[in-house]
């Protein structure tokens, strides 16, 4: 068994690579990811435009749900869809990280993500320092980790790029 992580690019269905479709219509079973980036369309249309039957991956599923996914094989394959680039987000790696323990070949098909389309807003790619996370507040959970990293980038004559979680 091979699991894919297949990057979709920033916008809609007509984003993704060729080979990405390639890989998506070869697979038994193919999972969105939706929750470290939103998608513009849904999965309706992407089902409709790849050719395949998707099903939602939620947070839970992908960070300890989809281990029951790699052990209980497909011998066509497992393509993960990640809006972006697969590696824009930790989780894909640790899942990478987590299938290759398992002994399953990892393949990906890499995409635009935000990492350098934000190249688009004038500012040099070279200027960027450490990319931050800023959580959305709770009632009860208000981190503030990430402001060190603002300020240390902010020291250093740096932009920051801010992922809204």
């Known amino acids: 068994m091979t ?3 297949v990057g979709l690019g920033l916008a809609d269905e007509k984003d ?3 080979r990405g479709l390639e890989v998506l219509r070869k697979c038994g079973k193919v999972y969105l990811e939706a929750y470290t980036s939103i998608l513009t369309v849904g999965k309706e ?3 409709e435009a790849f050719g395949v039957k998707i099903e ?3 947070r839970e599923m992908v960070e300890t749900g ?3 996914v ?4 497909c011998e066509e394959g497992v393509a993960l869809l990640v809006v972006g680039d697969p590696f824009g987000a930790t989780t894909h790696a640790d899942l990478m990280l987590r299938a290759r323990k398992l002994g399953i070949q990892v393949e990906v098909v890499h995409n635009a993500s935000i990492m350098n389309a934000i190249g688009c807003c004038g500012l040099s790619l070279y200027r960027f320092g450490e990319t931050i996370s800023i959580p959305f507040f709770t009632e009860d959970w208000r981190p503030d980790s990430f402001y060190d990293r603002l300020v240390s980038n902010r020291k250093a004559g740096l932009h920051t790029l801010c992922l809204l979680d």
Do not use: K, P, S, V
């Open 56 to 58: 939602i991956a939620d």
């Open 3 to 5: 699991l894919y992580l």
């Open 16 to 18: 993704i690579t060729l």
């Open 66 to 68: 989809f281990d029951a």
């Open 70 to 73: 790699l052990d209980g094989g």
């Open 45 to 47: 249309r992407l089902e």
